[in-house]
């Protein structure tokens, strides 16, 4: 029987377990990549963990998240992470140079290898063939350390792609249109494996565009396979050695399949405030807009960038409308200069940014009251973009860029059809600004500054746990009403008692001091609870606040890892009935005595009824959970 590309790569790499569906796991990682905003958790656990040197093929730290430096906190942490880099023999990339997921695809990435990151998007670097996965900051020191990573045996979908593009739809739409089928949990514990001739029309570029969003569908990663195109790709990076070709077999059995006619692929939409509220653009074609925000992760390669730029060519963005592009990497900015498509981006009235995430993760540029924004970006989560009460919409660049001179959502079929864009054989190739890690690593000192605190260790699990329950809410909850970022609140990553203050607050701003003067207690959380983001902080946050088990009609993957990773225990509901009987203010009481049977009885003091949880956690995440998290867990391993 023949196997999936993604059933090779993970045999390749399997130290523990079978290749089972449902059964967990354990791989070998070959690379780790981390960003700031996650990163600077992520080393201070791995120091902890007693490792002299990343026992990985290759480590890179990125800085592009907090870029703003407002005062000494952001530059504290971008020193920090460039000494924890040199000590420990990992590349640092600084800031400036782009986004890690384009740097990453661009620079590093090799098909047939496995990459960790802490950073939900890392699946991005599966449109070159690279089996890559997003994780908690603790998972990936662990990774680093060379710990395994576990995680449950996906189902393997087989995402079917006939035919091809139309003009001006691009790969956007195609992750858009599988949002709309899909929704934001539609994939959870599944890996979306493309094939079909359909792939043969899509550069890795354009690929990576749909296995990064691919994140939004809960999936556990999304992958293509490596072919001429990707040849290509690393000709043109000039590291040609890098690529081999890997492909699923003809006889390959999937879990489930999904065909899509591109040429019947139209150009979609997100609408506000959920990336799997998708419509066509045209159902939605006339409504004005303030801002435009073209970049991230999803969309700032050059192909995506020239694109805008020839559709800018000797035109003008309306007055009522601001625009503004933050490219993915120098490699990209370097060819608009050179081939003179910059100048048609400024000429036309674009505001450029820096290469870095910015706007996408709410680093500036916040739109006005009640405005709407329309975005390349993959996420349009309520408050994200720094506004509550802005609409945010989701588009491809193509939409973007023609709605930017229309001053109205636009489908861009109607535009120009002129417009072509010719791509370098070779790319530009700089990499003065990724640093190697030192020679002397002895001599090398860490730097701290004042707001990088030391970790706080939490105690093993007790049997009983009793307390209020804090909050209630429904389905769909992010890690973005978890654990806000944005401007002020992105700074104080790397300082878990001053974050913690702002846990919940776009729901419930009372949250944090409640949850302290109650001496902590328990969530109700909804379906898909802790979708988005991979921040631990999400987890070690609450926890730091007192929080000790979250019970949940259902959890997303990463999250579901931090709250184990931490030591909240993570419980879900049998029946709607009994999410249902938990209110807000409810005193409860939880028996772990029996938690490996994976029967948990809550006792509801307030209103003297008990029901029954489960948590179908396996045997290592019950131990880590017992002795208080992951870091304790690992530290006893190694001793
Ligand atoms: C995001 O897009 O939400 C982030 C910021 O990149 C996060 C990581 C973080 O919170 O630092 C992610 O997607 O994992
Ligand atoms: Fe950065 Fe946005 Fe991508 Fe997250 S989604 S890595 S914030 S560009």
Known sequence: MGHTLTEKIITKHLLEGKLIKGENIGIKIDQTLTQDATGTLAYLQFESMGVSKAKTELSVSYVDHNTLQTDYRNADDHRYLKSIA????????????????QLHLERFSIPGKTLLGSDSHTPTCGGIGML???????????????ELFYFKMPQIINMHLIGELSK??????????????LDVKGAVNRILEYTGPGIKSLSVPERATITNMGTETGATTSIFPSDENTKKFLYAQQRVNDWKELKSDEDATYDGKIEMELNEIEPMIALPHSPGNVKPVKEVEGVPIDQICIGSCTNSSLRDLKIVANIFKNRKIKDDVSVTISPGSRQVVNHLIKSGEMSYLIKAGARILENACGPCIGMGQAPSTDSVSLRTFNRNFIGRSGTKSASVYLVSPETAAVSALMGKITDPRTFDHSIEITMPEKFIINDNMIVPPSSTP????IIRGPNIKPLPSFPP?????????????????????????????????????AISEYVFN??????????????????????????GSSREHAAIAPKYLGIKAIIAKSFARIHLDNLINFGIVPLTFNNLKD????????IIEIDLTSLELDK???????KNNKITTKHNLDKRSLQILKVGGKLPYIRQKQN
């Open 442 to 445: 002895e001599k090398v000192k």
């Open 461 to 497: 699990l007790k049997d009983k746990l009793k307390g209020e329950i804090l909050l209630k809410v429904g389905d769909n909850i992010t890690t973005d009403h978890i654990m806000p970022a944005g401007a002020k609140i992105l700074p104080l990553r790397s300082n878990i008692p």
């Open 579 to 586: 999410y249902q009987s938990l209110d807000q203010g409810d």
């Open 506 to 531: 776009i729901i419930d701003s009372s949250f944090s001091n409640r949850a302290l003067n109650r001496n902590g207690g328990f969530i109700v959380g909804g379906d898909n609870y802790g979708q």
């Open 168 to 181: 001006f739809i691009s790969a956007k739409d195609i992750i858009l249109e599988i949002l709309k089928r």
């Open 600 to 606: 948990v009885v809550i006792h509801n003091l307030t």
């Open 132 to 146: 890559a996965i997003g994780a908690g900051g603790l998972d990936v020191a662990a990774a680093m350390a060379g």
């Open 86 to 101: 040199a000590k420990y023999g990992l590349y640092f990339s600084k800031p400036g140079n782009g986004i890690c997921h």
